[in-house]
């Protein structure tokens, strides 16, 4: 089995006030490889606000991973000041003046100019620049920057036997760069969201989500050949070593929630199936890929699924059931288990939630399985490590045993501390990190 850890880049450590591609994603790499773990996670990195999976552009990626230390390196920067450290991050404009002073400071070369001609790039420029008002090219040579960083930080990873897993956003934000340059592949009406996206009650949510984003026009998508979609997972697999395909359910039915109406009052359409991914395939295989198959699926997302072999997603928060002391979900090759994910409660946050009857039962069920521990995030991390799985994923925080203060994201609510969580240092990580060994 191959293990991995999943960790943002906006949590790690900095001295800035939100983790980058700077010199501590180049630690916890060699972190990694010193354990022999050879995945990180990283969640979404595409230009968004404070929530990743809602981007204003697939191709731009979020100018907060900027790392400061490196534009001092390029010489484009002199002693920026630090912030003060937190366990939370702030979205703010901390670091805007610092790539300001490095665009002034900055003379094109022949990378720039080429790097410039991108279509994609410089749509988003416009998109940026009537939003905000800054010169287009000032946009540009943020995207030059956050690229270059970017490459150099993966060509670490690699050359140091770790791959990077990368999400798919399944749909971006209304008010962005996607929908100004690509209106026609969304349904709308008028130019306004008539249905947005979410999700039907389930196990994480009784009450349905509501997430707000923009539905696809798939008859229009279609008659383009699947191109809009295409030239995306294009981009993403040149970016990452894996993709994460996020909410893979859509493909088969997606939720439609009428804009004025709740989660529950929503109803399933049809997807574009297996003619997308039949285009897909024509220029990439299913090992590059993870599927998000969490939720509430029918039999026929699953054969949609195992039809392109897609590898699966188990997390056991949702498959243990203590009380009946089973695992629900079965134990296959061709699957990433979790103790959890960005979603989830961290392990210890959620046992402490759990009724005395279901600790008891959990930890009865663990000693029949031979991983129990006095830490119940090293119990589960040994129960996950004896599965048949061929990778196994846990965030940092399970490593290191912290409670729901340290969790990511709570789905379906507006709060402010979800996307914000930041390690002050490596130091327990590194402590703890050989319970994977």
């Known amino acids: 089995m191959k293990k991995g850890i999943l960790l943002p880049i906006f949590s790690l450590p900095s001295n800035y006030g939100i983790g980058d591609f700077g010199y501590e994603a180049f630690e ?53 000041e630090y912030k003060i450290k937190s366990t939370r991050i702030k979205y703010d404009d901390y670091k805007e003046k610092y790539y300001k002073e490095a665009y002034n400071n900055f003379k094109e070369n022949n990378e720039f100019i080429e790097f410039s001609k991108n279509k994609k790039i410089q749509e988003f420029a416009k998109y940026m620049h009537k939003i905000e008002k800054e010169d287009e090219k000032y946009y540009i040579f943020l995207q030059y920057i956050l690229d270059k960083q970017w490459k150099e930080l993966k060509e670490y990873a690699n050359k140091n036997n770790v791959k990077i897993i990368g999400d798919m956003p399944i749909y971006p934000d209304f008010n962005s760069c996607e929908i100004e340059y690509n209106s026609e592949c969304y349904e709308l009406e008028d130019g306004q969201m008539k249905f947005v996206s979410g999700a039907s009650p389930d196990y994480f949510n009784s009450e349905g989500q509501k997430w707000g984003h923009p539905l696809y026009d798939f008859k229009h998508i279609k008659i383009q050949n699947y191109e809009y979609l295409l030239d995306r997972y294009k981009e993403f697999l040149s970016r990452y070593d894996v993709v994460r395909i996020d909410h893979f359910r859509a493909f088969d039915t997606y939720y439609k929630i009428p804009i004025e109406k709740s989660a529950k009052e929503g109803f399933y359409v049809e997807g574009p199936g297996s003619e997308f991914f039949d285009r897909l395939f024509e220029f990439t295989t299913s090992d590059r890929f993870i599927v998000e198959d969490l939720g509430d699926i029918r039999k026929e997302t699953e054969e949609l699924r195992d039809k392109y072999n897609f590898t ?125 060994r």
């Open 28 to 80: 916890f790499i060699d972190i990694l490889k010193e354990n022999n773990i050879e995945y990180w996670e990283i969640l979404p990195i595409n230009e968004s606000k404070q929530y990743p999976y809602s981007p204003i552009s697939y191709y731009a990626l979020n100018k907060y991973y900027i790392s400061l230390d490196k534009l001092v390196d390029m010489g484009l920067l002199t002693n920026p």
């Open 312 to 436: 699966r997603m188990k997390i056991i928060q949702y498959t243990i059931n203590p009380l009946d002391k089973k695992d629900l979900y079965e134990d296959v090759e061709n699957m990433v288990i979790y103790t959890g994910n960005h979603d989830n409660n961290t392990i210890v946050g959620w046992f402490n939630n759990l009724s005395k009857l279901k600790k008891e039962k959990l930890k009865s069920f663990l000693k029949e399985n031979d991983c129990f521990d006095e830490k119940i995030n090293v119990a589960l991390i040994k129960y996950c490590l004896k599965s048949k799985a061929k990778l196994a994923v846990f965030p940092v925080q399970d490593i290191i045993g912290l409670d729901e203060n340290s969790r990511i994201n709570l789905p379906g609510h507006e709060f402010d501390d979800n996307w914000s969580w930041e390690l002050l240092d490596f130091e327990e990580f590194r402590k703890n990190i050989d319970i994977l």
